[in-house]
């Protein structure tokens, strides 16, 4: 299986700050097509998870666009320009290159 | 809007076989396009991707826990299933259903809203 690797497992960040999350995955994310599958969730609390970021950096309907993904091969980063209340719950990345898809362990991002 | 929820006990005794449904609402299970998939979290935890199917009936599992996983669709009813046998402690986990897309694998949207299940005598 890819093992998928985050840093920070949690983060306080004032209103207003940027945040950033690392992601790193045991094996290249890119396919034969060239097509990248890396995927971010937010699950704040009590909800399930939600989509936030497909394939790097596409972000998901309605999702704010303070939120930005990067990254290639096997890193990966998802950015928050200007952290707000709203943005606090658990983030997690996820590969879909290979099954089973494998999630990161979860970084919690709180409010200060 | 497509909308899934979870239904099934939230007690299930160890040995036994955990059974939990998911209904979709809002859209056809049979429409194509879109794969069926339980993923689960163990209290406190990170997200475990179970499997998945399609209308058509074709599955693939984690091979983690494939000898114990069955999912099943019912297109008559617009659900598909999950059976987890044999069920231990490390088997208590809050279970999601969500529908995820064959053109972009890895988009899993929507989620239900998930059901604890535990595994206790």
């Known amino acids: 299986d890819i093992v998928m690797t985050q840093t920070p497992l949690s983060l306080s960040v004032t209103p207003g700050q940027p945040a950033s999350i690392s992601c790193k995955s045991s094996?290249?994310?890119?396919?034969?097509?060239?097509?990248?599958?890396l995927y971010w969730y937010l699950q704040k609390p009590g909800q399930p998870p939600q989509l936030l970021i497909y394939?790097?950096?596409n972000r998901f309907s309605g999702v704010p666009d303070r939120f930005s993904g990067s990254g290639s091969g096997t890193d990966f980063t998802l950015k928050i320009s200007r952290v707000e209340a709203e943005d606090v719950g658990v983030y997690y990345c996820m590969q879909s290159i290979q099954l089973p898809y494998t999630f990161g362990q979860g970084t919690k991002l709180e409010i200060k | 809007q497509v909308q899934l929820q979870e239904s099934g006990p939230g007690l299930v005794k160890p040995s036994q076989t955990l059974s939990l449904t998911c209904t979709v609402s809002g859209g056809s299970i049979s429409s194509g396009g879109y794969y069926w998939s339980w993923i689960r979290q163990h209290p406190g935890k990170g997200l475990e991707w179970i499997g998945y199917i399609y209308y058509s009936g074709s599955t693939y599992y984690n091979p983690s826990l494939k000898s114990r996983v069955t999912i099943s669709v019912d297109t008559s009813k617009n659900q598909f299933s999950l059976k987890l046998s044999s069920v231990t402690a490390a088997d208590t986990a809050v279970y999601y259903c969500a529908r995820g897309s064959s053109s972009f694998p890895g988009w899993f949207d929507p989620w239900g809203q998930g059901t604890l299940v535990t595994v206790s005598s």
């Open positions: 394939e790097v950096s």
């Open positions: 094996q290249s994310l890119l396919h034969s097509d060239g097509k990248t599958y």
